[in-house]
């Protein structure tokens, strides 16, 4: 969700915006104070497992926020301030491996950073400076073996 304003017969939406599934089981809570989200925004899979929570403040991200796959396992965990990221940011695949971890200042990178494959496989490991990366960053070249 976005830092846009929800409106309710005109006027700036307080309250808690509900998503419901067919059956009628809450799929989503969203909190919302003067039209913008404020406070722990909550999601769940159809099962009732929990898909991801987020806290807001005017209608930015705040604070800590994950997310799980539908068997449970993590999927991400990410730190924002002020609407970007400011920490740690964690990131898994559905099949248990990491799939990302690095730090972030001001919704910049900053310090190590890491990616994996989804066979556990390093696809990249660099460090971030002054918005430059130092190290391996796994991009690949593409050349062909003809010119056309």
């Known amino acids: 969700m976005t830092a846009e ?3 309710y017969k005109g006027k ?12 009628g ?20 899979y159809g099962s009732g497992q929990r898909r991801e929570q ?10 800590l926020a994950e997310g799980w796959w539908p ?18 940011v964690a990131e898994w695949y559905a099949n248990g491996q990491p799939e990302r971890r690095g730090s972030y200042v001001a919704g910049q990178e900053a310090g190590r950073q890491q990616l994996w494959l989804p066979d556990g496989t390093l696809r990249a ?3 971030a400076r002054n918005g ?8 690949k070249h593409c050349a062909t073996d003809r010119l056309l």
């Not at 909190?31 to 909550?42: D, I, S, T, V």
């Not at 987020?54 to 991200?61: K, L, S």
């Open 54 to 63: 987020r806290r807001y403040a005017a209608g930015r991200e705040e604070g």
């Open 71 to 88: 068997d449970g396992r993590p999927h991400f965990r990410r730190s924002f301030r002020a609407g970007q990221y400011e920490g740690l």
């Open 12 to 23: 700036l939406y307080t309250g808690t915006l509900f998503e419901l599934s067919p059956t």
């Open 25 to 44: 089981d809450t799929l989503a809570l969203h909190p919302y104070r003067q039209g913008r989200l404020h406070g722990l925004a909550q999601q769940w």
């Open 5 to 7: 304003t929800l409106t």
């Open 125 to 127: 490991n660099y460090e």
């Open 132 to 139: 430059r990366q130092y190290g391996f960053i796994g991009a």
